[in-house]
């Protein structure tokens, strides 16, 4: 946090007042010296979440110094002061699970229940790296069970609960900016994915913020479900672990009615399943129909599971999804292959060096970190980025990505250059 001091007041209230807080250690992290910030915490500190309260309670400040120059954007201070305060947890107070939240939250009453009781599932099941209370597709107008969980292969962040093994893992290569994004990387996540609940265990109220403007805070956030119960007991989850769960996600899909694009919610009927097979390309208008985020989040292996008026909807991408048939699956196209582009050249131009022609839906093939790094040294990595030019490798010095590997979530285009990168292009032949 750095000077957001209404909505860490409304956080701290919210956190006092929840059941099983006297089982937990509370650390606040404070990014700099910001003496309002400073006040609200130690009201907090003396008063509401002061032991036996809580079990124990911190403030932390850490100096507030850039690691990319004075002018790095806001989510690089994010990244690094999380780096910072999870290396004091887990290395310094040597905790085996911490529970990271942000100062724009409010709680559920069983949130903190709710990691108690899912906390062991990291233990039994390798596949699994965090808990979150957080559900991407979580709106209001689906019919969610307040007692039901789910896998997601999409990090979700947002008041979420790692294990100290996995930090000594990714702490070290934590990256200095879109950590999040970082997390949401193949490279990061090694195919580990996340279990968080139907409805969500808390509520975003940062309308600004580094990674938030209005627009998006109210078409997707202030639509966003919000568990009110106290529940203390969610009953048997091992079919959360994952031979058990893809065993009933591939028996569901298998009994589904399939149905074509563009969905209309009004021609489902109640007890029925359906599948709707989507590509990348199709994905945003589907997900404005349903008034879902435009990229697919909350999905188990490319299945995203939808309660729509008392049917089950199944959204499931051709190209990546390895639970579907043959028959339903894409291909790349027969003699795809992945060409770097010289600095500031376009794909058309680069496939058409290679008396090849440039595909544009080819791009979401090659567009992953392992295969540009089978192209480009990668030097700082792989981060995620939005542009027309990306997948592509960042060739100029001046910029803070400078030697990074970069990969796309919007449609690339074949004509785009720039001429701070190096593209990777989908070169097929010529027809």
Known sequence: MHHRTKYLEKTLSSLAELSGL??????????????????????????????????????????????????????????????????????????????????????????????AA???????????????TWNDNGLKTFDWDPMRMMRTSYFPGLGWMMRHELWLEIGPHWPKQSWDHWMRLNTTAKGRECVYPEVNRNYNIGEKGVNMNSQVF???????????????????????????????????????????????TRSLSQGKVYLALYTAESYPRTARKLGIWPFPRGHHHFVTKLPVKGAMLLLAD?????????????????????????????????????????????????NSCEELSKHFPCEQGCAVELGNDVPNYVVDVSLGSFQTCLVNQKQPKCEAANPSTRRLCPCVPKQ
Request: glycine share 4%; aromatic share 12%; net charge negative.
């Open 218 to 264: 109210k078409q997707y956030l202030t639509q966003m479900s919000f568990n009110q119960e106290l529940i203390m007991d969610y009953g048997d989850l091992s079919y959360l672990l994952e031979a058990e769960y893809e065993q009933q996600l591939v028996a569901l899909s298998q009994d589904a009615e399939l149905m074509s694009l563009p969905i209309g």
């Open 318 to 366: 051709q190209r990546f999804c390895p639970l579907l048939p043959e028959q339903h699956s894409m291909k790349p196209r027969k003699g795809l292959r992945a060409f770097p582009a010289a600095q500031h050249e376009s794909c058309y131009a680069a496939c058409r060096n290679q008396e090849m022609e440039c595909n544009s839906h080819e791009f979401w093939f090659i």
């Open 118 to 132: 899912t906390a062991v599932l990291l233990e039994q099941d390798p596949s699994l790296w965090c808990i979150s």
């Open 22 to 115: 006297d089982k937990v250690t509370v650390y606040i992290s404070q990014d700099g010296q910001d003496m309002a910030v400073k006040d609200v915490i130690h009201k907090f500190e003396e008063g509401p979440l002061a032991p036996p309260k809580t079990r124990r309670f911190e403030h932390w400040q850490r100096e507030r110094l850039p690691q990319l120059g004075h002018d790095q954007p806001g989510h690089a201070w994010l990244s690094q002061h999380y780096k910072w305060a999870l290396d004091q947890a887990f290395l310094q107070k040597g905790h085996s699970h911490v529970i990271i939240v942000e100062d724009d939250m409010l709680f559920s009453p069983d949130f903190l229940h709710f990691f």
